[in-house]
């Protein structure tokens, strides 16, 4: 049998085009990852104009830390997207509890950080409203013809 069992795609019966945005997630959180983990600065400094003249070993640890995370996690939605549809939908929607606390966090809360907001903040505001439409394509289900 291997790592993966067989694939599960014949019962899935959302939108092809929810699994595709579940790749386009994966790809969009293991390529933050790899640059979290493996930048010499994480991408604090550079990046997010993080200001790395107190606490750098701190924060470019956090930033690693968060990397850590990044990568498998976007691994395994590539691999629902890819092999396990009809878990589409749950995926979805633990990407978008994720990014709306983060975008809450990043613009109100403990995140945010007056007037400069990096990229990640305005990904994560967007990525609520598609992950929600995503969701709601995947649970619909496709009309035959």
């Not at 790592?3 to 085009?17: D, E, K, M």
């Not at 979805?92 to 990640?120: C, N, R, T």
């Amino acid at each position: 049998m291997g790592v993966l069992p067989p694939s599960t795609n014949a019962s899935y019966t959302g939108a092809i085009a929810s699994a595709w945005f579940l790749i386009l997630v994966a790809v969009l959180s293991i390529v933050p990852g790899f640059i979290h983990y493996f930048l010499p600065d994480g991408g604090a400094g550079v990046i997010a104009g993080l200001d790395l003249s107190e606490g750098a070993v701190r924060i470019i640890a956090v930033f690693a830390w968060y990397g850590a995370l990044q990568i498998p996690w976007g691994i395994a939605q590539l691999i629902v997207g890819w092999r396990y549809r009809p878990l589409v939908p749950l995926f979805i929607a633990l990407m978008v509890l994720q990014q709306a606390l983060s975008a809450y966090s990043g613009w109100f809360g403990k995140g945010s950080h007056g007037d400069h907001h990096p990229p990640e903040h305005y990904g994560s505001a967007l990525f609520v409203f598609l992950g929600i439409l995503f969701l709601i394509l995947s649970l619909r289900p496709r009309k035959t013809t």
